[in-house]
């Protein structure tokens, strides 16, 4: 494969895939025009649009277009409603009528909510309104999402995160108007990734797959792009760790996070995703991938004997020896923590912090907090409080000694 032809992977987004994709904004951009947008929102963190280059491109593409922009640079990692609303306030004032995230999930994930509520229609409401599900979120205005990192897939997918600090709950929104309409996946982005991001985010993708894979809406398309998920991440996230430059590495991690998104966007997502954002919630400077990382062995360990086979397939690069069968649990369980800890992943829970008090409280946060109850609904095996709270403790501390 040709990693410096920029191809274009339709779903319901049009993503622009390959080293150079940054340079198709100049295209984006009038079509914008094109379409009468005069003004878009930029949301994106003070750092990330300018060290990776993107504005230098993306700012002579606004206005050789001739489109005005207002500029957002407060996204923090685990955004919260407070900021989106920030941004929408920026957005107004600007008259914007489209949004441009520019970053990983938080940054495309608070545009992708500016949208929503930049929309006519929905003037009235505010960020709490749209993560506490007080209005149907239908219709937003156009989402570009120029993507920085190989994790979250939520550059071709329709759900977005946002954290209610004082609640501390983390809901997600899957709504089809949060669809971006162009996305930009350009693995030379990616390059200056520091060591840390380049795990998680990887990691972040496995458990997309690994979720989607074995929930109660899976279907054969996305155990297909799940096992090749699993196979290019435990490929290349050690190429990736150890030669950062690594453009191909780069390109397969995002290619790899990119098919990952379209899987969980059909496949949803359960345990893992649904009793992390309780984490997070509760201390916000938790790394979304690691805390994933933290406890999927022991989800594994639950998940497992209800589909082996697919595990097992996922897991083949992992853990060798896998033949399929429900009493691997264990065995795949700890060599994927064994996995985890080799590539450099290597904290758990109580290594961030996390107490016994802590996890007594993200228990009752995983079945409280808008939206996870749902994606528990589709779990494997039915989610129950004494299962939750076992995960949790259980990933305390390795499994593995
Ligand atoms: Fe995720």
Redesign the pocket.
């Known amino acids: 494969m040709n990693i410096n032809q920029v191809v274009e992977i339709r779903s319901k987004t049009l993503c622009y895939f390959g080293v150079g994709a940054l340079q198709k904004v100049t295209d984006i951009c009038a079509y914008l025009k094109s379409t009468g947008v005069k003004s878009v929102l930029v949301t994106t963190d003070e750092i990330v649009y300018k060290v990776t280059g993107v504005w230098e491109v993306l700012e002579p593409a606004l206005k050789k277009a001739g489109i005005n922009y207002a500029l957002y640079t407060g996204v923090v990692p685990n955004p919260t409603v407070d900021g989106i609303d920030e941004a929408v306030a920026l957005g107004k004032k600007a008259g914007a009528g489209a949004v441009i995230g520019i970053g990983g999930?938080s940054a495309i994930d608070t545009g992708k909510s500016a949208a929503v509520l930049l929309h006519p229609d929905f003037a009235k409401y505010n960020a709490r309104d749209l993560y506490l599900f007080k209005f149907d979120a239908t219709k937003a205005v156009p989402i570009i999402a120029i993507n920085t990192t190989h994790?979250?897939g939520t550059e071709v997918d329709r759900f977005a995160v946002a954290s209610i600090p004082e609640l501390e709950y983390k809901p997600a929104l899957a709504v089809d108007c949060l669809y971006p309409q162009f996305a930009i996946d350009d693995p030379a982005i990616m390059r200056g990734l520091p060591v840390g991001q380049t795990m998680y985010t990887a990691v972040?993708a496995l458990?997309?797959v690994v979720e989607a894979a074995t929930s109660l809406a899976t279907n054969p398309y996305v155990v297909m792009t799940a096992v090749e998920t699993g196979r290019l991440v435990a490929k290349y996230l050690p190429q990736a760790v150890a030669h950062p430059d690594d453009l191909t590495a780069r390109y397969y991690l995002l290619y790899a996070s990119m098919i990952g998104g379209i899987c969980f966007d059909n496949g949803l997502l359960h345990y893992t995703?649904a009793m992390e954002h309780p984490l997070s919630g509760i201390k916000p400077n938790l790394p979304?991938g690691l805390g994933?990382g933290m406890i999927l062995p022991a989800v594994i360990k639950v998940i497992y004997p209800a589909c082996p086979e697919i595990l097992a397939s996922i897991f083949a690069s992992y853990v060798p020896g896998l033949k399929g069968v429900a009493g691997e649990a264990e065995m795949c369980a700890k060599g994927v923590e064994q996995w985890l800890f080799n590539v450099g992943v290597t904290e758990k829970l109580a290594d961030f912090g996390y107490t016994e008090k802590d996890l007594e409280n993200a228990t009752r946060l995983t079945f409280e907090t808008p939206s996870l109850s749902f994606l528990l609904s589709v779990a494997p095996v039915k989610a129950t409080e004494k299962i939750v709270r076992n995960i949790y403790m259980e990933s305390l501390k390795p499994m593995c000694k």
Do not use: F, Q, Y
Request: hydrophobic fraction near 10%.
């Open positions: 999930g994790g979250t972040d458990n997309h995703h979304h994933l």
